[in-house]
């Protein structure tokens, strides 16, 4: 009997990689090749990379090297993968495949190929928006026209839905869930559109279907991931479809939280809020995309909103729900950001009550309308306004969360810890947020416990079990 080929799969970047990961596990298995931990063990590595930032890009690059010096056969996919393809094989012979997103359907073959020797010229890199319609198509269907994609089109990438395997990598009760692919905006510092295409909506009863696969296999947290998840539905006709879809999903048996990621202020319509707010089994928590808060620097951003709306934005939820919870990314070093656009920002971050803040500098990205801005800061510059305002909010999440102490939160077990168990209440998403450490022995793991906040070390709290 032949040794069964195994192969290594190693995720890099965000939750939508690793549901893509997962469904490049599935089909490799269904394909014959066995699943391993280490590169060690393996026959090849499969690198799903992340290409957003210099910093992702170069985490890419380091992984596959370090996965060549295993002495396996090494592939690259993923993002990185698809946004440069032929370029990155050229300047990274060490890789033996690029492999892009239409490669998946097939990947068992690709991956047959490498082990054979037989090298696959990689990818020409193509802008992906000019892949689907951004509106609604329509379709016949049983004598009925109704809006919709209907079965993809080649091109497309990554597929989702029950048409796609999907296997799970990693245990625990929290599990992301993909609404999406893709994004139609066109904000200047962002190449993400144009790798990973125009934005296509999975239909609600397949993120249903999905749903209920996961809580069969032991999830109790969704976490709902996609470029931008406030557009679900536009492409199907439906621009209320998430406030359809969320008291659906959390009235799937098994799961107890749902969680809505990657919102834009812009999208955040009322009834969307009220629905996050009100609705029993979704959490009232609002990732931001806010990027600044500088009403010019955001127009050149070709963003919505300044300081003053998304004050606003942020009384109408709190209004709703005093204890949701808020986090957002901020991007400073902008070209043409100036020292009062900075002052702006902070005066914001300070008015602002975020639970948790990512701070990153820009650098121009290939492709997009930023790179070629006049008005470029200085790189040192940069630097100095990503330490200032990153030490600024350092210490407004630390109040922030100093302010919870002596509250109430319901908190999902995840891991065992020192002194007790750690998990996340429902204002802290899973590793983008602060954590809380549940004191006492005997804490089920996978449960959702009620506990008193009692201290807090930075953006983490520390609680109490309440009641019996």
């Given at each position: 009997?032949?040794?069964?080929?195994?192969?290594?799969?190693?995720?890099?970047?965000?939750?939508?990689?690793?549901v893509?990961?997962?469904?490049?596990?599935?089909?490799?298995?269904?394909?014959?090749?066995?699943?391993?931990?280490?590169?060690?063990d393996?026959?090849?590595v499969?690198?799903n990379?992340?290409?957003f930032?210099?910093?992702?890009?170069?985490?890419?690059?380091?992984?596959?090297?370090?996965?060549?010096?295993?002495?396996?056969?090494?592939?690259a996919?993923?993002?990185?993968?698809?946004?440069?393809?032929?370029?990155?094989?050229?300047?990274?012979?060490?890789?033996?495949?690029?492999?892009?997103?239409?490669d998946?359907?097939?990947?068992?073959?690709r991956?047959?190929?490498?082990?054979a020797g037989?090298?696959?010229?990689?990818?020409?890199?193509?802008?992906?928006?000019?892949?689907?319609?951004?509106?609604?198509?329509?379709?016949p269907?049983?004598?009925?026209?109704t809006p919709?994609?209907?079965?993809?089109?080649?091109?497309?990438?990554?597929a989702?839905?029950?048409?796609?395997?999907?296997?799970?990598?990693?245990?625990?009760?929290?599990?992301?869930?993909?609404?999406?692919?893709?994004?139609?905006?066109?904000?200047?510092?962002?190449?993400?559109?144009a790798?990973?295409?125009?934005y296509?909506?999975?239909?609600?009863?397949?993120?249903?279907?999905?749903?209920?696969?996961?809580a069969?296999?032991?999830?109790?947290?969704l976490?709902?991931?996609?470029?931008?998840s406030?557009?679900?539905?536009?492409d199907?006709?439906?621009?209320?479809?998430?406030?359809?879809?969320?008291?659906?999903?959390?009235?799937?048996?098994?799961?107890?939280?749902?969680?809505?990621?990657?919102?834009?202020?812009?999208?955040?319509?009322p009834?969307?809020?009220?629905?996050?707010?009100?609705?029993?089994?979704?959490?009232?928590?609002?990732?931001?995309?806010?990027?600044?808060?500088?009403?010019?620097?955001?127009?050149?951003?070709?963003?919505?909103?300044?300081?003053?709306?998304?004050l606003?934005?942020l009384?109408?939820?709190?209004d709703?729900?005093?204890?949701?919870?808020?986090?957002?990314?901020?991007?400073?070093?902008?070209?043409?950001?100036?020292?009062?656009?900075?002052e702006?920002l902070?005066?914001?971050?300070s008015?602002?009550?975020?639970?948790a803040?990512g701070?990153?500098?820009?650098?121009?990205?290939?492709?997009?309308?930023?790179?070629g801005?006049?008005?470029?800061?200085?790189?040192?510059?940069?630097?100095?306004?990503v330490?200032e305002?990153?030490?600024?909010?350092?210490?407004?999440?630390?109040?922030?969360?100093?302010?919870?102490?002596?509250s109430?939160?319901?908190?999902?077990?995840?891991?065992?810890?020192?002194?007790?168990?750690?998990?996340?209440?429902?204002?802290?998403?899973?590793?983008?947020?602060?954590?809380?450490?549940?004191?006492?022995?005997?804490?089920?793991?996978?449960?959702?416990?009620t506990?008193?906040?009692?201290?807090?070390?930075?953006?983490?709290?520390?609680?109490?079990?309440e009641?019996?």
């Amino acid at each position: 009997m032949s040794t069964r080929r195994t192969v290594s799969l190693v995720t890099l970047g965000c939750a939508r990689n690793e549901v893509d990961s997962e469904e490049l596990a599935a089909r490799m298995e269904e394909a014959g090749w066995g699943l391993v931990e280490s590169a060690d063990d393996a026959d090849v590595v499969v690198v799903n990379t992340c290409g957003f930032i210099d910093a992702a890009k170069k985490d890419s690059i380091d992984t596959l090297l370090a996965a060549h010096d295993s002495g396996a056969k090494v592939v690259a996919a993923g993002c990185l993968a698809e946004r440069y393809g032929a370029e990155l094989a050229a300047e990274l012979p060490e890789a033996d495949a690029v492999l892009g997103f239409d490669d998946y359907a097939e990947i068992g073959d690709r991956l047959d190929d490498v082990v054979a020797g037989r090298r696959r010229a990689a990818h020409a890199p193509r802008d992906r928006r000019a892949l689907l319609p951004i509106s609604p198509v329509e379709r016949p269907s049983a004598g009925v026209v109704t809006p919709g994609h209907g079965e993809l089109p080649d091109g497309v990438a990554p597929a989702s839905g029950p048409r796609v395997l999907r296997r799970r990598l990693g245990g625990g009760p929290v599990a992301p869930l993909k609404l999406a692919s893709g994004c139609d905006r066109r904000c200047a510092f962002c190449a993400i559109p144009a790798f990973r295409g125009a934005y296509v909506s999975r239909r609600p009863e397949e993120v249903l279907a999905e749903a209920r696969w996961l809580a069969d296999h032991g999830v109790r947290e969704l976490v709902l991931v996609s470029e931008n998840s406030t557009s679900y539905g536009k492409d199907l006709g439906d621009l209320r479809a998430l406030e359809g879809l969320l008291p659906r999903l959390a009235a799937v048996d098994g799961i107890e939280r749902v969680r809505a990621s990657y919102l834009q202020p812009a999208e955040l319509r009322p009834g969307l809020i009220e629905v996050l707010c009100g609705t029993d089994g979704v959490v009232p928590y609002f990732d931001l995309s806010f990027q600044h808060a500088s009403g010019p620097v955001l127009r050149s951003m070709r963003r919505f909103g300044d300081r003053e709306r998304f004050l606003q934005l942020l009384d109408r939820v709190r209004d709703l729900a005093p204890e949701a919870g808020v986090r957002s990314n901020f991007i400073v070093g902008f070209p043409g950001e100036s020292e009062e656009d900075v002052e702006e920002l902070m005066a914001f971050l300070s008015e602002a009550r975020l639970d948790a803040i990512g701070v990153f500098g820009y650098s121009d990205e290939d492709g997009t309308e930023a790179a070629g801005l006049p008005g470029k800061i200085d790189p040192e510059d940069v630097v100095a306004r990503v330490e200032e305002v990153t030490a600024l909010a350092e210490e407004l999440t630390a109040q922030r969360a100093e302010d919870r102490v002596g509250s109430v939160v319901r908190v999902l077990l995840e891991d065992k810890a020192d002194g007790g168990v750690e998990g996340r209440a429902e204002h802290q998403a899973p590793e983008v947020d602060g954590t809380v450490l549940v004191q006492g022995d005997g804490l089920p793991l996978g449960e959702i416990v009620t506990a008193r906040v009692v201290g807090s070390e930075g953006v983490d709290l520390i609680g109490r079990v309440e009641g019996p």
